[in-house]
């Protein structure tokens, strides 16, 4: 700690307040509040023996501080969670990966109103629902959703163009309201029942829709009426697979915290109508959160972030500023918001259901961790490395006969993709196939980076065998990087010769290493390559369409940049643009029908 940060500290009340701390950059890394800052702050700065290599690892960032002194600690717990939403510090998330979770949005001030996945909430009076704890979770929902109601998938601008049914339509999975005669209010009632299931109102549903199946049998109306009853029978088998678990059909959320080394999970069960609609897990570390404030951190953000809000909240245990939270989602609710720790009953049950599913995603993913730092270890020892390869970092290039060449660079951190750390590469001034100078080329722009900005790998991995190997060495040692990492090559098994496993090279080794007991150390290196491959594969099909695309523009009068740009831009490509009407294309910024009509000409000729 340095002497300025030690003066810092000296002079700091014992007060309530909140503290910003700062990196070398004088950026704000962390928010946190204290009923005594003082107290707090020695925690931090004094009293170091309680922490975990973690989050004395955090500590060492802090190159300055400062207080801001307040009249009450709920004064504090208010300017803390403003200060987090303005500056959005990178040790204050406490949500997976620094991202809002996903959202469904509904604006019913639409004629027509579509249900979109959404990642933050405006305020645009839309009803909003969720968060939902992965994006496999909210597609899920929402697939259920399209099966069982039928809304719009397409978007708005889709929407007011559109001259004929699209596929969805055509396939039953759309009510076609963009060319089939229904009105909005009618539209509207297929909108409020899904509304309703996604509150949890499942047997309110399927009671409003058994009296519409009525009502069309007795019209006539009979294949209104068997659409009607398959979406009955779908609603009724998910409430099937749905769990009573409160007799008393109230709604409430269920939120239980575990924690253990340095990580944490709550656990949310969403009940709605008695049922247990949802158990999500939300994972995160706990940074330089005290255990007992990450409960009542958690909450603020959640429930920021949902557009629902059940009259009771059960905890595990109690958190701070409880009567401020109950206040804070009243008045968002409308209605009172009740906090409770049960001590007995049925409440207390629901607790421990809570608990022990937060305690079992905790225990697996720990275990997961474990496995990682194993394999990291394992290669380490295989490879004869002096340190653990905490960060690799693998390249592989695609190109189609030398067309389009590019390259991906996959960055795994301790373990596990670290995606921020992914760079892809366009090779420049190539337009024929040279393993050996796509190599250089990406290695020399990859590593003339500042280590302090894009530090070194501890291992490089090369998508090959001892040939690639030996280039990567090659362009290495021409780039004057030479013993700064490790690399190795990872060449495919040949299941002709009788080989069961991929091999991996080493320099200074003719043969591959023997990786019979090293099982987890092979399948890491796999997993490492298979993403560069992917994210290369990927990227070069992209560009690869798009110059395609850009071809065929070039090509047809009346087209020029400002309209390329426009056209590409609506329509995100060739495919949905070959899919278009000559309305939908003659409706947009500078093109008309004569435009239209070619471009749908020059594109069929294209196939």
């Not at 909005?184 to 029942?193: C, F, G, L, P, T």
């Not at 909450?299 to 920021?304: A, C, G, K, L, T």
């Not at 009771?312 to 109690?318: D, G, S, Y």
């Amino acid at each position: 700690m340095t002497s300025a940060i030690l003066e810092k500290y000296r002079q700091a009340p014992h007060l309530p307040g909140v503290y910003l701390m700062k990196d070398v950059k004088g950026k704000i890394i962390y928010v946190g509040k204290a009923k005594d800052l003082k107290k707090r702050l020695s925690s931090y700065f004094i009293k170091k023996n309680n922490h975990d290599a973690k989050t004395m690892a955090l500590l060492e960032m802090i190159k300055d501080f400062e207080i801001i002194i307040t009249s009450s600690d709920h004064e504090a717990f208010i300017l803390e969670s403003n200060l987090i939403k303005e500056y959005n510090p990178k040790y204050n998330v406490i949500l997976k990966d620094g991202k809002n979770y996903p959202l469904l949005c509904i604006n019913m001030n639409e004629m027509y109103p579509a249900i979109q996945k959404v990642r933050k909430i405006k305020d645009d009076k839309a009803l909003y629902f969720g968060p939902y704890s992965s994006g496999r979770s909210v597609n899920k929902t929402l697939n259920q959703i399209q099966k069982i109601f039928k809304l719009r998938k397409c978007r708005n601008t889709q929407f007011k163009n559109r001259s004929r049914p699209c596929l969805n339509f055509q396939i039953k999975a759309c009510l076609g309201v963009c060319c089939n005669d229904i009105s909005s209010v009618e539209y509207k009632k297929h909108v409020w029942d899904a509304i309703l299931f996604l509150k949890g109102r499942s047997k309110q549903v399927v009671k409003k829709l058994k009296k519409r199946m009525i009502e069309h049998s007795a019209s006539l109306e009979y294949e209104k009426a068997a659409q009607i009853r398959d979406s009955i029978l779908a609603i009724e088998n998910i409430m099937e697979k749905q769990v009573v678990v409160s007799p008393d059909m109230q709604d409430r959320d269920v939120l239980a915290f575990a924690a253990a080394r340095g990580r944490a999970v709550i656990t949310v069960m969403q009940v709605r109508s008695g049922l247990l609609i949802d158990n999500s897990h939300y994972p995160f570390d706990l940074g330089f959160k005290e255990p007992h404030e990450i409960l009542s951190a958690f909450m603020v953000q959640y429930y920021r972030n949902t557009g629902f809000l059940p009259s009771f909240i059960l905890l595990n245990q109690a958190i701070e500023n409880k009567a401020l939270l109950e206040d804070r989602f009243s008045e968002k609710k409308g209605k009172k918001v009740g906090i409770h720790v049960p001590v007995r009953g049925e409440k207390k049950k629901l607790v421990e259901m809570a608990f022990v599913n937060a305690s079992g995603e905790l225990e697996k993913r720990l275990l997961k961790e474990e496995e990682e730092r194993a394999s990291i270890s394992m290669l380490k020892e295989l490879l004869g490395m002096e340190k653990l390869p905490s960060r690799i970092e693998c390249f592989d290039n695609s190109n189609l006969s030398g067309q389009d060449p590019v390259s991906s660079m996959v960055v795994f951190k301790d373990g596990r993709a670290f995606k921020d750390g992914y760079r892809k590469f366009i090779i420049r001034d190539l337009d024929f196939q040279d393993d050996y100078a796509y190599m250089f080329q990406v290695l020399k722009r990859r590593f003339s980076h500042d280590p302090s900005q894009m530090p070194y790998p501890d291992l490089l991995v090369v998508d090959g065998g001892k040939g690639q190997l030996s280039m990567a060495l090659a362009v290495i040692k021409e780039l004057n990087i030479e013993n700064k990492f490790m690399v190795a090559g990872l060449a495919k098994k040949n299941a002709q010769k009788g080989e069961a496993f991929d091999k991996i090279y080493i320099p200074g080794r003719s043969n591959p290493l023997n990786t019979s007991q090293a099982k987890k150390a092979l399948y890491l290196l796999q997993q490492v390559r298979d993403e560069a491959h992917r994210v290369a594969v990927t990227f070069q099909r992209n560009r690869r369409e798009k110059r395609a695309g850009l071809s065929v523009l070039d090509g047809i009068p009346g087209i020029g940049p400002k309209k390329k740009k426009v056209l590409l831009n609506h329509f995100k490509g060739l495919v949905r643009m070959k899919a278009a009407t000559v309305d939908e294309i003659a409706a947009l910024p500078g093109m008309n029908k004569s435009l239209a009509e070619n471009l749908i000409h020059a594109l069929n000729q294209n196939n």
